[in-house]
């Protein structure tokens, strides 16, 4: 797979130096992102005020995912204010096109500005019936067509009682990247527990499935997995988005409440912009 000699020679000479300074952490080498999903929110002039308040920054990828009909004005208001914020659409169709009533395809979304789309979001695994092959087939449509797709996986509040979170997460990813033969997407790990109840993993609970999740893509794909950003998402907010940054594993976040309005988002990119900086 592309980059994987240097990934890893990147990876073994800074590991190596971080060990002879004391297991200091040198550099997050992946790409860190902040990811806002608007879900079935907001309107044309809410997106307006959205994207003339809103601030970009040069160290972070910042992606905004509004509703549908919200993705053109938002192509336009973008490059209007020459900020530098990628469109991603909150799902995709897995065929070109044809009868499917509702759908939206991949290059719809394209042609609408977008680089990115979010696949399997739990509320669609729950509501739309959405399965790990749904999912699958999606992922390889966005990735076949240029798209970056943005994966949620996550376990529900009982299959944490029961101890299930590792193999919930290890079931859905072995289904959502079945013969994906590329390094082209990125993870977002969302607790369905935390999603939207102001409840959100401790960062200590997040990496250890962070890194358990970087494991499994690593039984999958090899090497690669290291490249691989893994976004957290669960009611993430300006106030606990730095705790988040400074865990090793976590490669930045998957926003929902808080991206809606831009002050909130806003302060969550400077968190994230702030610890690279730093780095
Ligand atoms: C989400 O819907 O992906 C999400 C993380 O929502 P919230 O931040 O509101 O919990």
Not at 21 to 43: A, F, S
Not at 62 to 79: E, S, W
Not at 122 to 146: F, L, P, T
Request: charged letters at 20%.
């Amino acid at each position: 797979m592309e980059h994987s000699i240097e990934n890893y020679i990147k990876n073994l000479v800074r590991d190596t130096i971080g060990q002879a300074l004391g297991g200091l952490q040198l550099q997050k080498d992946r790409q860190t992102y902040v990811v806002g999903n608007w879900k079935m929110n907001n309107n044309f002039s809410g997106t307006a005020e959205f994207f003339q308040e809103i601030n970009s920054s040069n160290n972070v990828s910042v992606v905004v995912c509004p509703p549908t009909h919200l993705l053109y004005p938002a192509q336009l208001l973008i490059k209007q204010q020459k900020k530098s914020i990628a469109l991603g659409g909150q799902n995709v169709h897995w065929a070109d096109r044809g009868a499917y009533t509702g759908e939206t395809s991949t290059s719809m979304l394209q042609e609408m500005g977008c680089e990115y789309v979010i696949i399997g979001h739990s509320e669609r695994r729950q509501y739309a019936g959405e399965n790990d092959e749904m999912i699958n087939m999606k992922v390889k449509q966005a990735i076949k067509s240029g798209l970056t797709p943005i994966v949620c996986i996550g376990e529900t509040l009982e299959e944490k009682n029961l101890l299930q979170t590792e193999q919930v997460l290890k079931t859905q990813l072995f289904g959502a990247l079945k013969e994906i033969d590329s390094s082209q997407f990125i993870i977002a790990y969302e607790p369905v527990w935390a999603i939207g109840t102001g409840q959100s993993a401790s960062p200590e609970l997040a990496q250890q499935s962070h890194a358990y999740i970087r494991s499994v893509i690593t039984q999958i794909m090899g090497q690669d997995a290291d490249t691989i950003s893994i976004l957290y998402g669960g009611s993430v907010n300006e106030k606990n988005a730095a705790d988040f940054y400074a865990m090793e594993d976590i490669d930045g976040v998957l926003v929902g409440g808080a991206s809606l309005k831009a002050k909130p988002f806003d302060e969550i990119i400077a968190a994230f912009a702030k610890g690279e900086q730093n780095l």
